[in-house]
């Protein structure tokens, strides 16, 4: 199947980075939203990032402009998927949520398109079994910022077929990215062994073996991570990792429970950066 219109539902930060980059890559994009207002804020964050890659060098002003125009912004469902080739769902970590939204883009979607889900630890096979078509449905699990990230971690369903794994692996590659792929199991390569040491690093604190500034400058000058584990997890959200344990402690048991310092977090309600304050305090 040759893969040129590809819709991306939901707008936030991985979808807008998803969708700038398959427009960067050529294919001509529906990025789709509930709301003109998260579209409106999409479209100021494509722009600037396309801005501060003309800026950097890494693409001239015509190719930016190129890229902007290949997406088209919609709150249309039907609009967005009705002629797709390959979607993917980038909608909050919900499994009953992205449930519903595939079964809706399942009815209105051509018989040929492929179903992708960027979840980062959700049962594929669970996800696909919301649709009529489980053979084409694939795990896509990207990771931010998309646009500068170069791994994409690809997931098989129990009945995902060799060919929609192979055309996903094409797109993959054509947008620049590289790709590893794994069978459909709670949280897959990176995110089971990234909560691993994410919850060891928690524990080292709770300890009181190290303070967590201490522990976040051993991770980035002692093992060259660009951010340390708190630092990190205020980034992408004290919700999203407490969500990602709750999810393989379900599977794997007491290992990968929350450590009580990220509990501490989820109950005052002190997110990280989107809430202004997390185990760091922000402007």
Request: contains cysteine; hydrophobic residues 40%.
């Amino acid at each position: 199947m040759q893969v040129e219109k590809i819709a991306v539902i939901g707008a936030g930060t991985m979808g807008n980075g998803i969708a700038q980059v398959a427009a960067m890559a050529g294919y001509q994009v529906q990025m789709r939203d509930v709301e003109q207002a998260l579209i409106d804020r999409a479209l100021g964050t494509i722009q600037n990032s396309l801005n501060r890659l003309v800026k950097s060098g890494k693409l001239t002003a015509a190719q930016a402009e190129a890229a902007c125009g290949r997406i088209q912004p919609t709150t249309d469902l039907a609009q967005a998927v009705g002629d797709a080739d390959v979607v993917i769902e980038a909608v909050p970590e919900k499994l009953e949520l992205k449930k519903q939204v595939f079964a809706g883009i399942d009815a209105l979607c051509p018989a040929h398109a492929i179903l992708a889900t960027n979840t980062s630890q959700l049962s594929i096979t669970a996800l696909a079994h919301a649709t009529r078509r489980p053979e084409s449905f694939i795990g896509m699990h990207w990771f931010s910022p998309p646009v500068l990230m170069r791994l994409i971690e690809i997931v098989r369903g129990f009945d995902t077929s060799d060919t929609t794994v192979q055309i996903i692996q094409n797109i993959s590659a054509q947008m620049g990215k590289e790709t590893v792929v794994c069978k459909d199991s709670q949280g897959f390569i990176t995110t089971r062994v990234f909560q691993a040491f994410l919850n060891e690093c928690f524990r080292v604190c709770d300890e009181g073996i190290a303070s967590m500034e201490d522990i976040d400058k051993a991770i980035k000058l002692g093992l060259n991570h660009p951010m340390g584990p708190f630092e990190l997890t205020d980034y992408a959200g004290a919700d999203v990792a407490n969500s990602a344990n709750e999810g393989l402690t379900e599977v794997f048991g007491d290992r990968f429970r929350s450590p009580q310092c990220l509990r501490r977090l989820i109950a005052s309600g002190n997110l990280g950066r989107k809430t202004g304050r997390g185990f760091y305090r922000y402007k």
